[in-house]
Every structure is written in structure tokens, then in C-alpha cells.
């Protein structure tokens, strides 16, 4: 044919210079290309073309061997099927193949193919057809082969050694109200655990957060749910849980994601109340001993006597049958007091704040009515309080 004009020639891989795309050396004695270094993103279609018109065209396929797959076996529930699964440390072209040979006996061999995830880089493969309360040996070998060659890799498993289930699912932490070294802890089976007739054993471990020490717990199976005692209070803890098959088959499940709880710190509802009635009480005079009572004891603050009032009148207002506005019921009962109001004359320099006492068991304080101006009880005095039943 006619005389090719080699100052006219260029290569193209995928419709782009190759001088550009990848580096490359001209054969142009031969209207060639030399790749010195070829790697798989070099595989394509390289064209060579004089001016706009293909001379030539090629599809070039570039793969490394296979990596021996370092394959494990395991199985979420005795209910599931057996996994096996192998990561890749570099990309795997779709012309890439994997295959599961499982032997059981001499003359049961079971074939399976295993598929490729190019997001986690794993090839999984699926074993079927297995009883879910056999425990048997098994003898399995997975093979992958490309354009560029084949490994394989031969693993004897027990199936009693390859149950391993999920890790426990929605782990919840609670703080126990009014309890602050208390954290309640639920948590549910993996959904991959299956049937409920299969059970799971359960550890639970558990630590302060500025901690590197667990402190573990084990659990029958069954139990989903358990009270840590003796947490730190104010402090955040960290909780984990993972299972078991109840009579110790196969391993146990990774831990599950750590959940933090603080143990409950609210105040009580009558704490307020309670200091107020204790200071109040530090305020009470001491009772006097030996028998003897003066007639009039030392000033006690108005504050102090309006609630001891409050308190003596709500005391014994129900034993005496007072009605709201100090009427006394049909029955006869014995009487209450009132304390005696502080006159606003005369001048408190000239007369006392209260009235001297009667005696509590007198006709006039029964059967006549009490005026204002007369105080038949001396709050001072502590033994007014001890009253006859």
C-alpha cells in the first residue's frame, strides 16, 4: 500500500493523547507504542490514527495475580447460613472470579460462588444446607482466578467454632431516680439472632469515662436488662454489652457501640421544707427542768412565734374539734389557745408582749370566751406544749 507519513501518526487511549494520558515511548519505525509500565488503570483501547483517519486499534487488559484469599468463616445464629468473607488490598476488575468448595463427607461436596463488594473491598460466600444442631467438621477451600492467574487457599473449620452472633441491639442506659450509684441498663438480641428457642448468655462491662478499667459483669441468658450499683455519682460512665450462645458454642460477639450514662442527681421535693423545720427548731428555747417555771420567759422573735403558732394550732386543731373561726364543736373537748396578739399600745418599753398565764384547766377558760387582751399561753415557755391527752 501507500507509504505512511510517520509525522502524522498519533496514539490516543480512550480518545486522549497518550502523552498525556500515561507515559509511553514511539516505535516509529513500526508505527508503535512501547509502555514501559503498565498498571490495571492502564487498561483500555489505545487507536492510532494518521490525521483523523484509525490506522490501528487495540484493547489492552492489564491485571495482577490474585492474592491468596486469607478467608474466615462464621455464622450469626445457628439458624443462619455460614459466611465466609476475605478483604483485597487493591481493586478487583469484574472479570475477577471467586469460588467456595465445602466438603462434608468424601462424597459430599457442595459448590458455591462468592460475590465482591468494591465498597468494603470483601468477597463473601455463602455456605447452605447445613442441620442447625450439627456439629461437624468441614473442609473448605475458595479458589480466584483472573486473566493473569489463580490462587487458592484450603481452612478446616468445626461448625460449633464458627457460631458467632451480632453484637446485642439497641443498648439503653437510664439513670434510677433518687438513687445516684445506680445505672439501669436494656439492651435487645441482634435481629440476626433468629428464633427466640435459641438463647444468648450476655457479659455487660462498664467504666468511668476518664477510666481505662472495666468492671465486667456476666449474665444468664435470658436477661436483658441489669442495674449497675455501685456507679460514681455526678460522673459519666461508659457501657458496653456483647453475647454469647447460652451453653458457651462458638465466641462471642464483638461489643457494642459505647453508651454513656450519668447516674441520677436531682434534689429531693421536701429537702427545702426540711431545712426550713430544722432551723426552726434550732430557734425553739430549751424546755426548763427542776419543776419550777417562771412567769414570764424571755423574748422569743415574732417570726419564731408565728410559726410555732401555725404549727401547735394545725397540731391539735382536729384532737379539740376547732372549727375554722375557733368555734368549739357540740361536744365538749379540752380547750385550745390562741396566741395573744402584741398590742400596739401601750408603748412596748411600757408593757409586756404577752399577757401572764392562766391555767389551762380553769372554768373561765372553758366556759367563758376569750378576749384578745388576754394571753392564756406563754410560747416561751416549752412546757406548754406537753398537754394532757
Known amino acids: 500500500g501507500e507509504p505512511v507519513n510517520q509525522t502524522l501518526l498519533r496514539w490516543k487511549f480512550e480518545k486522549e ?121 468441614l473442609l473448605v477451600s475458595v479458589c480466584v482466578a483472573n486473566l493473569a492467574g489463580t490462587a487458592r487457599s484450603h481452612k478446616s473449620f468445626h461448625t460449633d467454632i464458627l457460631l458467632k452472633p451480632d453484637p446485642p441491639a439497641n443498648v439503653q442506659v437510664h439513670p434510677v431516680e433518687r438513687e445516684p450509684h445506680k445505672l439501669h441498663v436494656t439492651w435487645k438480641n441482634p435481629s440476626s439472632w433468629g428464633p427466640r428457642h435459641y438463647y444468648l448468655q450476655f457479659q455487660l462491662r462498664y467504666r468511668v469515662k476518664n477510666s481505662k478499667t472495666f468492671s465486667e459483669v456476666h449474665l444468664n441468658h435470658g436477661l436483658t436488662s441489669y442495674t449497675i450499683v455501685d456507679a460514681i455519682q455526678n460522673s459519666p460512665h461508659i457501657i458496653q454489652v456483647r453475647g454469647r450462645e447460652e451453653f458457651d458454642h462458638g465466641n462471642w460477639s464483638e461489643w457494642s457501640r459505647e453508651n454513656v450514662g450519668i447516674p441520677w442527681s436531682g434534689g429531693w421535693p421536701c429537702d427545702a421544707w426540711i431545712s426550713s423545720l430544722k432551723t426552726f427548731l434550732l430557734l425553739l428555747p430549751p424546755p426548763h427542768l427542776g419543776g419550777s417555771r417562771p412567769g414570764r420567759g424571755p423574748l422569743v422573735p415574732g417570726p419564731t412565734i408565728l410559726l410555732t403558732g401555725v404549727l401547735w394550732h394545725s397540731r391539735y386543731r382536729k384532737k379539740w374539734g376547732l372549727l375554722p373561726f375557733g368555734e368549739m364543736k357540740g361536744t365538749p373537748k379540752p380547750p385550745s389557745y390562741a396566741l395573744a396578739p402584741m398590742s400596739p399600745e401601750p408603748p412596748m418599753s411600757a408593757s409586756p408582749l404577752l399577757s401572764p398565764p392562766t391555767s389551762p384547766f380553769s372554768e373561765s377558760s372553758i366556759d367563758s370566751p376569750r378576749t384578745p387582751d388576754q394571753g392564756p399561753f406563754d410560747v416561751s415557755n416549752a412546757d406548754y406544749f406537753l398537754l394532757p391527752k
Open 17 to 137: 493523547p497518550v502523552s498525556s494520558a500515561i507515559p509511553a515511548v514511539w516505535d516509529t519505525s513500526q508505527a508503535g507504542l512501547f509502555l514501559p509500565f503498565v498498571h490495571p488503570n492502564h487498561s483500555g483501547s489505545y487507536s492510532c490514527f494518521e490525521g483523523s483517519r484509525v490506522l490501528r486499534s487495540h484493547r489492552l487488559i492489564v491485571e495482577e495475580p490474585p492474592q491468596i484469599p486469607d478467608f474466615t468463616c462464621f455464622r450469626r445464629s445457628l439458624a443462619k447460613d455460614i459466611l465466609c468473607e476475605w478483604k483485597t488490598f487493591s481493586p478487583v476488575l469484574p472479570r475477577t472470579k471467586a469460588t467456595l468448595w465445602m466438603q462434608r463427607s468424601v462424597w459430599n461436596v457442595t459448590e458455591q460462588l462468592c460475590r465482591y463488594y468494591s465498597r468494603s473491598r470483601k468477597f463473601f460466600c455463602r455456605v447452605r444446607g447445613l442441620n442447625n444442631e450439627e456439629h461437624e467438621l
